[in-house]
Every structure is written in structure tokens, then in C-alpha cells.
């Protein structure tokens, strides 16, 4: 069965980093898109950074453009999240997810699985 499983969350003071990785299974991970997505306290899921099938391409929530990155290791099974000048409105639950085909699309419900998040705090 499909499985993704997050890891790298922890606390962060602002202006500092972390990355996120997830490791997936029971699919064929080189066909398909991955997402990482997040939810803030109190608020709703959001979509924060896709990556196509192949990595040929990404693509950013305007509010993290500069300074996370997505990439992807299709010989390892595993989509990774670099985060980078983190600010306190970074602070949610992430979440990796598998889309349904090969395209990155930024909503969340064009993906079909997902992971059970890791927490990132960004705090002084």
C-alpha cells in the first residue's frame, strides 16, 4: 500500500533552516508528482511546493519563493523540502503528498495520499 512518511520537523529560531524529507512506498514514486503542503493552528491545509514526476520542474506558493526548495531523489523514493530563512508564519503541521499524475498542480485536492506531517515551529 502507498505509504509517505515525513521527517526533518523540529523547532527553528526565525531566519534559521530545516529540511524535510519523505520517503515514499508502494507505488512507482518516478510517475508521479509530489507536493508539500501545510496547516497552520486554526487554519485551513495549504499548498506550498510541487514538483514534477521527473523533477524537471518546481514550483512555490508566493509566500516561501526564495527561500524553501523542493527537489526529489527518484533512486531513493524520497521528495525533500529545504526551508530557509524561516519566519514564525512558517509554524504548521507539513505535509508530503502524492498527486495523482505527473503534474505538480498547487491545490490540494489533486493528491490522493498523504503523509502524517511533521511539525515546524519557528520561534525565538
Known amino acids: 500500500q502507498v505509504q509517505l512518511v515525513e521527517s526533518g520537523g523540529g523547532l527553528a529560531q526565525p531566519g534559521g533552516s530545516l529540511r524535510l524529507s519523505c520517503a515514499a512506498s508502494?507505488?512507482?514514486?518516478?510517475?508521479?508528482?509530489m507536493s508539500w503542503a501545510r496547516q497552520a493552528p486554526g487554519k485551513g491545509l495549504e499548498w506550498v511546493s510541487g514538483i514534477y514526476s521527473d523533477g524537471s520542474d518546481t514550483y512555490y506558493k508566493d509566500s516561501v519563493k526564495g527561500r524553501f526548495t523542493i527537489s526529489r531523489d527518484n533512486a531513493k523514493n524520497t521528495v525533500y523540502l529545504q526551508m530557509n530563512s524561516l519566519k514564525p508564519e512558517d509554524t504548521a503541521l507539513y505535509y508530503c503528498?502524492?498527486?495523482?499524475?505527473?503534474?505538480?498542480?498547487?491545490?490540494?485536492?489533486?493528491?490522493?495520499?498523504w503523509g502524517q506531517g511533521t511539525q515546524v515551529t519557528v520561534s525565538s
Open positions: 503528498a502524492k498527486a495523482w499524475g505527473t503534474t505538480p498542480y498547487p491545490r490540494v485536492s489533486e493528491y490522493d495520499y
Open positions: 508502494g507505488f512507482t514514486f518516478n510517475s508521479y508528482a
